[in-house]
């Protein structure tokens, strides 16, 4: 099993660019996530997903855009990115089932916008 | 959503010495808690959680204890190692969620000197 891959590891990009972010679960979890880390904030849920199908906002969701098409991938989309969007993202996916909450991370995609 | 407070934000100890990580909730429905280590530039990964029908669980040198009516839960480290220095968070679930979502602490810096 890889687990959660996430690509690219690093990007810069200038204002105004749109870009995707990967990530792709090989463990068949239903539930996927999407976080950005900013320094003393912790980690804030961008989108989130249940299911092939099946997304929902989380805490921070304007200029980003998610879909989940198979269980395994769950992109993030910048459609026009800020200096805002300047943060470490990570993907994370759990087991939906029974009351398993343990979720596991990707190695994160360092994002800089100038 | 779900209130997540977490103390101190950097914490520095020498080798041997415990560590105490605490953190407070808002929804007493809550009954998942678990702690995330973060290593430098890798996601989290989750170390320790505790359900709410028990108040302390242990796994070799690391504990959480859970006290329900206070709403507040502590990560205990003793004998503290060099490898022990990360970001340490705190969770605790959305209200009614079995799905997995999360709401975060914003972090606690964990250095522990040789």
């Known amino acids: 099993n890889a687990g959660v891959t996430q690509t690219p590891k690093f990007q810069v990009l200038k204002t105004g660019q749109s870009m995707t972010l990967q990530c792709a679960q090989d463990m068949n979890h239903e539930y996927m996530s999407w976080y950005r880390q900013d320094p003393g904030m912790g980690l804030r849920l961008i989108h989130y997903s249940v299911g092939a199908g099946i997304t929902d906002q989380g805490e921070v969701p304007n200029g980003y855009n998610v879909s989940r098409s198979t269980t395994e991938d769950f992109p993030l989309r910048l459609l026009s990115a800020a200096p805002s969007q300047t943060s470490v993202y990570f993907c994370?996916?759990?087991?939906?089932?029974?009351?398993?909450?343990?979720?596991?991370f990707g190695p994160g995609t360092r994002l800089t916008v100038t | 959503g779900e209130n997540v407070e977490q103390h101190p934000s950097t914490l520095s100890v020498q080798e041997g010495d415990s560590a105490v990580i605490k953190c407070t909730y808002s929804d007493s429905a809550s009954n998942y808690f678990p702690w995330y280590k973060q290593e430098l530039g890798k996601g989290p990964q989750l170390i320790i959680d505790i359900r709410s029908n028990v108040g302390e669980k242990k796994d070799q040198r690391i504990a959480v204890t859970l006290n329900k009516t206070a709403k507040h839960f502590s990560l205990h480290i003793t004998e503290t190692q060099p490898e022990d220095s990360a970001v340490y968070f705190c969770a605790a679930p959305e209200r009614g969620s079995t799905l997995g979502r999360l709401y975060f602490g914003r972090g606690t810096q964990l250095t522990v000197w040789p």
């Open positions: 994370a996916s759990s087991n939906q089932h029974g009351v398993a909450y343990e979720q596991y």
